[in-house]
Each structure stands twice: as structure tokens, then as C-alpha cells.
């Protein structure tokens, strides 16, 4: 690690969260009070705290930091991977198993978790080492005077009265009251989401009512100095200052997202059926066989059946591979859950200032006063900001992009800088007067619209100067409502030319001007935004802009990237609402301006109790309550610190189009884990009516308990190419979600034809092959093993997609492999030592062709069954 000056500043301390309305922090006028009251002995010619001083405040106050989201430890995130309803379900089963003795099934279970949760832990863990490289390990400082000395000292150390002397691109470290000031602009994007910097004095005075961020005297921890020079005394510092108050909102505990709750449906749903089927055929087979010990067995295999085990291990191969292919596409995924959130969200909230625009500032136009491109303002503009002798704000470096300027009017052979007038907040306007190639000087002015028309007395229009009435004023004034109204920055352009030789200018100067026109700026919208938009409404997910900006300005970047507004809430009416009313309120909006870090929370839960799953997009400190609050939270990698931490997911390039390939992602993997859910309590319903049935009329078991884990087991081998699998395009074009009744509902449906080909592979083993009696139970076994293994892991094939299997839709290789591996194994094993050891015996040659005929029935009416649901309940419903 080390240090740095604070100009290059650490993205622990910026930003770009929103607006922080004045109620939501402690009253504006006790915050100033404090700002002016605190340290009254502070001036600009101070010697600044004692070494012995500022340690005593140091050990008073504690160190200059916020909290941060720190990632984890390992053992945590290990704990973390354990904390799965279906794994603390199969961990109970295996529990059960081995205090019985029953240490086969025990092992099977117990090996199904393991895998499952260092699966997990290995790529959350990885991930989140990935998010920690981000980091930038570095120290920041900042320059403070000490006993009368200026110095270098880390931010950490900085106490509440420390004399802290700011300039161009210095990160301000603590909240602050400047002492002085020189043409100071500070960005404060990082707690108000306005992409223009705001003038700071220690003269200026903030509107009746206003808020403490709109105070110009003061300047805030996580701002940065856009240009100019100033001192300033700290009254905060560290989790006191507002940046700091933000922090703490992130620290609580993550809320349940949708992911956490389909899986604790999904949950009760299979232990309530396990609790009610295993004692029934706990029941029947001790009342029918007279064995307790066998039946107890035999239904904890059941049990062990009826529990997709491979649930846990299929749902995180599933995350992990998506998490990986997210990877491809420069995307950092810290929670595997959340790529299923992703793709079930239906309502993506985004900041607009550095997320849907480029978080910069551009010269759109150029205009004389009658709303015409004039290339005249342009050019006075470029030479205003190129020969300007103080730093270049961002609107000087807006217009000096127009580099062509500088050979088109031959800057350095035809002209010379003669004098400057600086800014200044009581003109809040700058000159500049240089020698032209005319043999004259030509002083040039710029600044804001009211105080530089009233230096002017001519227009010029038509390269014509006419008198600057009051009808010419009004129409200039006109002109500049409608552009403030579009959401741009307008400055004002005026000149004035001289006789040569003049050389030095006051502001008493500044009179007598002519106006030439406006400069229109705009912070404008990425590429990537209209594009990602429409994307992201084709597959059914509704964008809302949440700003802590103006609503002009927010609705005009609507416009650009084609977002349909069908209402506006401003940040004073949430705060007045109700929760029951701003959940109302939230259904007919998509723009909410002027919000503060509260009322983005309060619009995310809103919107989640309304039932959308909800996912923030944002990169700011105050972001960092609505992205935990999201079912998924959606940072980038220049984000600050605290952003990152309580995103779930980092995007590392600024395309919004993996937005769309995310959701996408999203839908695949939860399609993927649904496949399986469906098939698996599908077939193990099937497999429970036909062991209800069969313990009713055979006199022996239907099939030992060690066969049943073992089947249990291939069965679930096969399913673990699923992962690689893909899904039809139409699955892919709307939100998914958990729906437990749906999958009970399908499991219903499709569970009793498997069970129709068990009780006719019963009759064929009873019947045709004499497997009819104690003595021949091992053949009757050995038969429905094979039958049960082949229809269980077929039917993924059907069920998988609303098309044709293998005609329409193909499954991946990979799958292909795990299915058609399984059920050789399966033919294999009854011929094999392990088939011996199982109780199992070879099985006849007829058996097989009678076997062939029923997997072929079999296949076709589960594919009539599932088209018959897709019909009645509708396509994956």
C-alpha cells in the first residue's frame, strides 16, 4: 500500500448515489449553526490543531472512515453456502440414515451436500475475491495545516477542526464549512446524482428552507473539486459526516429476494409431501409384511426418493455455470442466487447520471438569440475557454473538445491573450480579452444568462447589432426557459472589441456588451441505453429511472433513449406518502426525481410488495440501500466501495446491452433448475403411488431399499448434464418465477403415467416371467429396476421443451451423454457382480423387447400429457 495526494482521489470516497432531500438528515439550519458555531477561532490564517490536539480528537472521534461492505470472510461465506432449506432437508434425511445404521444411504445423501456446497462456496468465493481486486489499495491523504504548517496527512487521521486546503481534483475527505474560497466548483454527484458541479463560497447563503447540501458554504465527504482553490474546517468526520450516515443504512442484513423465497416454497412444498407419503408407507408395508425394521428402511429410502437429492448440487451447477458464462461477457456475479433473480425480474430501477448517461458533460449546441446554430458563439466560447488562465471546468472542457476550432481560427498565429477577469460569485461570470488579427481586442464573456445579459446593451443577429431592448431581452429569456426545460445547462456569450493597446481590464468593463448567443450543455445518453431499453421491454422487464436529479432534465434522457413515461414523482411527494400509498403511486410512475437514498429504498420495497421482482441498477453511496433492498442488485466496477459490496452483481464493462444477455442468462439457468424440480417430483410421485400400490398386493417389496437409493442415485447422475442444456426461445421471452403450486400442480398431472408403467411392469414380472412369489422377488426387483431407472431419465427429454424431443428440440451433448451413460448402466447392472450384491439377477431376453414397447407407449403419452397441460394451464404455467 501507498499514499497518494488527495486529487487522485480513492473511489472509496466517490460516487455518484442521489439526491439527499433536507429531511433526510439532520435539520439543515442545526447543521450550519454547528458549521459556524463549532471551532470559531478557525480562520484562514490559523495555525491549524497541535500534534496534541488532533491526537486527542483522534482518540476521541476515531478514525476518519466509513463502513464499507467489507466482502466476508471464508468461513462465513462457507456457513452462508450451508444455509439451503433443500440442503438442511437432505442433511436431516442422512442425520436420520446414519443414526439407524442405514450408512449406505447416509453416505449417498451425505455426498450429494458436500458437492453441493463446495460447488457453491468455490465460485461465491471466488467471485468475491474477484470483487476485491477491484479495489484500488491505495492510501488517500489530504493536505491540512498543523501547528502552523502545511502537511500531508492520511484522510483516516483527519479530526473535526482540521484546516483542510482543497484544489482541482482533490476528493474532500470530511464534511467541511469553508474559511475561503477562488472560483471553487465541486461535484457533488456523489451524494445528489447532478452531474453539473455547484459554485461553493464561504460568502454565499442557502435559500430559505433549503437543504444542507444546497448550502454553498459547505462541502461534504465523497464530493470532489472540479476546479478553483479553498480552505475549509472540518465539523464531521467519518460515519458522523452524511456520506458516512448513508453507510450505515447498508449494514443490516440482506432482504429475502425471490430467489429465497421460491426455494423456501419449493421446500415446503417437498417436505410436506415426504412427511405425509413416508409414514403411509411406513404403515402399510409393517402392517402388510410384519418386518418394522425392513418397512422403516424402506420408507426412509422412500423419503430419501421423494427429495430431489440432487437439488442443491443441480441448482448450483446450474448458478455456477451461468455465473461462468456471465464471466465471458465481463460480468462479475458475487451471489449465484442472483442470477436466477435476474432472470425473474420484471421491474429494473436505474440511476440515470453515469448509468444510462455517460456522467460527462457535452456542448450540444450552439445558438444565436432567435434559436439558430450560429458557429460565431462556438468559436467566442472556444476562445474564452482556451485562453482562460485558471483551471478548465467541465463545461470549458466540453467546449475545448471542439478541437478543429483550434486550426480553423489559427488560435496561435492570430490571436494573443491580452488580460483575464476572473470569476467570481457576486458576477458569476469570467472574461477573457485577446488581440485579434484585426489589430484589436476583443473581450469575450461568459457566464450565467441573467448576469451576463445584463452587462449587454446590443444583440447581434445576423452579424447586425441591434439595441437590446426589452423585447429582445424577454425573447432571449424565452429562449433559454425552453432549452432549461430539455433538461439543458445554458450559459450566456456577450463580447465587446476595443482599440488596441488598451491591455489591462477591470470589471467595470463588463458593459456595454453585445450578446451573441447561448451554449447548451448536456450530460447525454450512452450509446448502449435506447438499445438495452428495447431490449429489456421485448423480454418484459419495465425500466423506472430513479434520480436524485431534476425531472427536466431526467425526462429529456427519457425521451432520447425512446422510455415511455406514464408518470413522474418527485422526491417532496414520496416523502409524504404512506407506504401503502406509495405502493400504489409506484404502479402508474417510471420516473422518480429528486428522490433521496430513503425513498429509493422505499420504491424498491414498494414495488416488491406490489409482487414485482426487482432488480437496481446504481454506482453511488446512496445507491447502496436500494441495491440491498433489490431481489438483485446491479453495480459497476467504477462504482464506490460501498456500492459494490452490496451489489450482488458487477458489470465491468459500460455496455448496457449485458443487461439483456443477463436476464437472458437468468432465465436459462432457472430453466434449467425448473426442468429438473418438474421431472424429479414428477417421477418420485410416480414412483410413491406405485410403491403405495404394490405394498398393498405383493407379497414382498417392491424393490429393496439399497436398490431404491441406488436407482435414485443414477437417475440423478444422469440429470447433471442439464446444466449444459438450453431452452426454446419462447420460454426465454418473459419473467420467470418460483411457483410451487404450479409445480405441484404438474407433478400431479405427470407423476401418475409413470406410475401406469410400473403397475404394467408389475403385471409382465408377475404374469409373463413367474416373478411371483418371495423366492422370486430378486427378478421381480431387478425388472422394475431397470424399467423405472430408463422412464425416469427419459422423461427429461420430454418434459424439457414444448417441442418434439429429438425432433424439434435436441438436448445439449452433454446431456445427451449423462442420459444415454445412465441407462446403459442401468441394462448392465442386474448382469454385474454390483447387481449381485444389490439382490439383483440377470433378466431374460424377452424381457427386453417387452421392455422396449413399454418406454415407447410410455414416451408417447407423457408427450400427449404434457401438451394436454401445456394446453389447459399454459406453457410452463
Known sequence: MFAIPAKKFSKNFIGKPQKIRRNSMADAAVFRAEAEGSFPQSGPDAPGLSAEEAAARLAETGPNAVADGKAPRWWTQLWHACQNAFILLLAALAAVAALTRDFEAAAIIAAMVLASVVLRFTQEYRSSLAAERLKQMVETTATVTRGGERCEIPVQEIVPGDLVHLSAGDMVPADLRLITAKDLFVSQAALTGESMPVEKSPHGAAAAGAGALEDPRLCFMGTNVVSGTGTGVVVATGPRTVFGSLARQVADRRVETEFDRGVSRVSRLLVRFTLVMAPVVFFI??????????????????????????????????????A??????????????????????????????????LGR?????????????????????????????????????????????????????????????????????????????????????????EEVLAACSEVEIDRKQHPLDDAAREEARRLVRELSEEGFRVIAIAYRRFPLGRGIYTQADEAGMTLAGFMAFLDPPKDSAAPALRALADHGVRVKVVTGDHEVVTLRICREVGLEVRGVLLGPDIDRMSDGELAEAVRHADVFA???????????????????????????????????????????????????????????????????????????????????????TSSNFGNVLSVLGSSLILPFLPMLPLQLLVQNLLYDLSQTGIPFDGMDEEYL???????????????????????LFDYATFALMWFVFGANSPLAQSLFQSGWFVEGLISQTLIVHIIRTRRIPFLESRASGALLFTTGAVIAAGLAIPFTRLGASLGMQPLPTAYFPCLLAMIVSYCLLAEAVKRWYHRRFGYYS
Open 324 to 357: 461462468v458464462n456471465m464471466s465471458r461477457r465481463k460480468v462479475i456475479v458475487k451471489r449465484l442466487p442472483s442470477i436466477q433473480d435476474f432472470g425473474a425480474m420484471d421491474v429494473l430501477c436505474s440511476d440515470k447520471t453515469g448509468t444510462l448517461t
Open 285 to 322: 408395508n409393517g402392517f402388510t409384511k410384519g418386518d418394522w425394521t425392513q418397512s422403516f428402511f424402506f420408507a426412509l429410502s422412500v423419503a430419501v426418493g421423494l427429495t430431489p437429492e440432487m437439488l442443491p448440487m443441480i441448482v448450483t451447477a446450474n448458478l455456477a455455470r451461468g
Open 733 to 755: 421471452r418473459r419473467p420467470r418465477r418460483w411457483d410451487a403450486a404450479s409445480i405441484s400442480r404438474f407433478m400431479l398431472c405427470l407423476g401418475p403415467v409413470s406410475s
Open 361 to 449: 458533460v457535452i456542448l450540444e449546441r450552439h445558438l444565436d438569440v432567435l434559436g439558430r446554430e450560429s458557429e460565431k458563439v462556438l468559436q467566442l466560447a472556444y476562445l474564452n475557454s482556451y485562453y482562460q488562465t485558471g483551471l478548465k471546468s467541465l463545461l470549458d472542457e466540453a467546449v475545448l473538445e471542439h478541437a478543429e476550432l483550434e486550426s480553423g481560427l489559427r488560435v496561435a498565429t492570430d490571436y494573443r491573450l491580452v488580460d483575464e477577469i476572473p470569476f467570481d460569485f457576486s458576477r458569476r461570470r469570467m472574461s477573457v480579452c485577446v488581440e485579434t488579427e484585426k489589430r484589436e481586442e476583443l473581450l469575450i464573456t461568459k457566464g450565467a444568462v
Open 594 to 680: 429528486r428522490v433521496s437514498p430513503e425513498a429509493k429504498a422505499r420504491i424498491v420495497r414498494a414495488l416488491q410488495a406490489g409482487g414485482a421482482v426487482v432488480g437496481f441498477l446504481g454506482d453511488g453511496i446512496n445507491d447502496a440501500p436500494a441495491l440491498r433492498q433489490a431481489d438483485v442488485g446491479i453495480s459497476v466496477n467504477t462504482a464506490v466501495d460501498i456500492a459494490r459490496e452490496s451489489a450482488d452483481i458487477i458489470l465491468l464493462e459500460k455496455s448496457l446491452m449485458v443487461l439483456e444477455e443477463g436476464v437472458l442468462e437468468g432465465r436459462r439457468t432457472f430453466g434449467n433448475i425448473l426442468k429438473y424440480i418438474r421431472m424429479g
